[in-house]
């Protein structure tokens, strides 16, 4: 299993919480050589004044357990 797929793997199982609010995540990017992830909130969240709060606090936090290469999650 490549990196990439292991990213969706764990993003999926942070979806079902944003698919209640209405919101998405969509992987954008990820840059193996400094380990930074970018990703897209889509729907509701990627308007929501919290969202900053919700990539680092949410979606990095879970990234980095599941998925070692990672170091930060990145919105855009």
């Known amino acids: 299993m490549t990196v990439l797929d292991r990213i969706e793997d764990s993003l ?3 979806r079902p919480a944003l698919h209640v609010d209405g919101g998405d995540v969509e ?3 990820f840059d193996q050589a400094d ?3 970018q990703v897209r909130l889509v729907g509701v969240c ?3 004044p919290i969202s900053s709060t919700t990539v680092k606090f949410g979606i990095e936090r879970r990234l980095r357990d599941m998925v070692p290469e990672v170091k930060e999650v990145r919105a855009l």
């Open 27 to 29: 992987l954008v990017d």
């Open 46 to 48: 990627g308007s929501c």
């Open 35 to 37: 380990g930074v992830v």
């Open 12 to 14: 999926d199982t942070i």
